[in-house]
């Protein structure tokens, strides 16, 4: 590559195509399936609404974004949404850190049965699953039915069609997007560091939260962050188990867009949904990052 | 008596890893254990640190059965392979670890960290991380972070396998230097025979989880007690004979074909007409002379030369005598080398060479 001593010419490095190559098809995917729909997304809600389905793009104007920030209805529906998935990440991470905790103490065979276990729920259809809970939720389901036969309850309980519900049935599904990232980060952990700090005079307790939770750190934050950002966006459970008096973000950008028509205001809302979401994830790792008190940790 | 281990054994499934272990340990004796890969090292040194439980036997540290005791509670401090030390904590938090969970105060534990530290010769690299120290470094701060809880026995499981052929050489020598200062009881684990005997006050070498042989560095080179051992210490050659006749304390045998005839002194085992042994001698005590003077009171042989190397220190020949190849090494001492194709004695004293049934 370098023929200096023989020629006398400036070498230059030759550059390597192999990295872009290899990037493109992923590129061009999300560049014509995510960016492009987005910006376009943008722009319209920045547009006039005229009439259904009929929008003027002529004058950039805000009404829909004030219009959004104005309603207290769209409020309160932005602020559930966040409140559910904190609670849903909040949740999975409690659930998910023991539950990947046992699985990486797990061998061979029990471990791959652990984890079929915890990736049950992905092989069902989101709505059939949902539908599983309104079986068990509902005021004539299995649980209600249970507690009148045991006269535990005189009344059936009310436990479909709230926040709770929901919270319950994102949980479900999303548990395993917290236990496999912590999962990962605990078998990543040198197993001699136990036996290190045991001999140095470390209970079991004491290595747990010394050793090993710091350093699956990391795990805590991917699984966290993908929880979050997959309730913020989440459609289907929050219809199915929240009903019509716990709507979520979601579902006003599939009112306002598929049965009102009224495109820029569900443009608007969408834009609302992503933009808090992505400042919020942010925040969140940088919050991290700042914990750091070096480059260059472990993971 | 600091450390004894009684009759321990321990298996895993169907296989055996340590087999009726037996031996006591002086308080500031530096003691290995030498053995090939699997013989059981490890293992043993896992089960006086507590990581496993003896099948059976017992471990006795200051006269108390410390066989079933936790393992942070023993009285031992381990230094691994790879050093173990805690990537998320400095330097500092490393070495104060042990302390911290001693409940030792503050003042204490910084006046002790500074002390270790200057004992190891790094002094000042209290806020560094382990990543940003060489692995020569890395070893020095897992041996400081053992050593500062003050313990009763310092075990060492392999430290210096990970590190380069010089720097080994380096922090072996600084290793016996600190062990012997602060005067620390300590196991030390290893399958390399010159580390073993560079640093050890006695070696135990262990085969297939047995122990094969006690006994200082020079004992075990200059007497092993077994083929497993004289053949694992060092080279040597081995001359299958059988006794023909005894006279007083030598006995005079015979290869089997080959026309050799062997003097061997005997020693604390035995020997009768008839037997079978293994005449051992290393290389390093027989002699390459153009003429020989030893025949009575020695053996000494006709040779030729067939191999010879010259390594600046010494010399290595490989000679023919009676049908098989013998190996001697000796100094360069400015004596005339022999060459390939040259004939030549080969002999050595009755003192030079051992025998085993």
Known sequence: ?299 | MELELRGVSKSFEDFVAVDNVSFSINKGELFSLLGPSGCGKTTTLRMIAGFYAPDVGAIYLNKQNITHQPVNRRGTAMVFQNYALFPHMSVYENIAFGLKMQKVEKSGIQKRVKEVLNLIQLPGIETKYPKELSGGMQQRVAIARAIVIHPEVLLLDEPLSNLDAKLREELRLELREIQQKIGITTVFVTHDITEAFALSDRIAVMQKGKIMQIGTPMEIYEKPENEFVGAFVGKYNRFPVQVLEIQEDVAIAAGQGNGLKLKIKMNATPLAVGDQVKVMVRPERIRLVARTAVTATGNAFEASVIGSYYLGTQNHYEVMMNGSVVRVEMANDGSPIFEKGDRCYIEWGLEDGGYFK
Not at chain 1, 124 to 142: P, Q
Not at chain 1, 237 to 257: C, D, I, K, M
Request: glycine share 6%; aromatic share 12%; proline share 5%.
């Open chain 1, 1 to 299: 590559m370098d023929n200096n001593a023989v020629t006398g010419r400036v070498s230059r490095k030759k550059i390597s195509w192999t990295p872009y190559v290899l990037v493109a098809p992923l590129f061009v995917l999300m560049l014509a399936f995510l960016i492009i729909p987005l910006m376009n997304t943008l722009y319209i809600s920045f547009a006039h609404y005229v009439a259904p389905a009929v929008y003027d793009t002529s004058a950039i104007t805000m009404e829909n974004y004030l219009k959004f920030f104005n309603t207290p209805n769209y409020i309160t529906t932005l602020v559930r949404t966040v409140r559910i998935s904190v609670l849903c990440t909040l949740f999975c991470l409690l659930l998910g850190y023991p539950a990947a905790y046992y699985m990486s103490k797990l061998s061979g065979k029990k471990q791959q049965i652990y984890l079929l276990v915890y990736l049950a729920p992905w092989l069902i259809n989101v709505v059939v699953k949902a539908f599983g809970w309104t079986l068990l939720l509902s005021s004539n389901g299995i649980i209600n039915d249970l507690l009148l036969y045991l006269h535990i309850i005189d009344r059936p309980l009310q436990m479909l069609f709230t926040e709770g519900s929901i919270t319950v049935g994102i949980i479900h599904g999303c548990l395993i997007f917290a236990v496999l990232p912590i999962y990962t980060s605990i078998k990543a952990i040198d197993p001699h560091l136990s036996y290190a700090a045991a001999n140095l005079g470390a209970t079991p307790s004491q290595i747990f939260f010394k050793i090993t939770l710091p350093l699956s750190r990391m795990g805590i934050l991917a699984g966290g962050l993908i929880v979050f950002a997959v309730t913020m966006a989440s459609y289907t459970t929050p219809v199915l188990l929240g009903g019509g008096r716990n709507r979520v973000l979601s579902f006003l950008v599939y009112e306002q867009s598929n049965r009102l028509m009224n495109w820029p205001m569900g443009a608007a809302i969408a834009l609302v949904l992503v933009i808090i979401g992505v400042v919020l994830v942010a925040a969140i790792q940088k919050f991290f990052e700042a914990n750091r008190r070096r480059r260059d940790l472990m993971e």
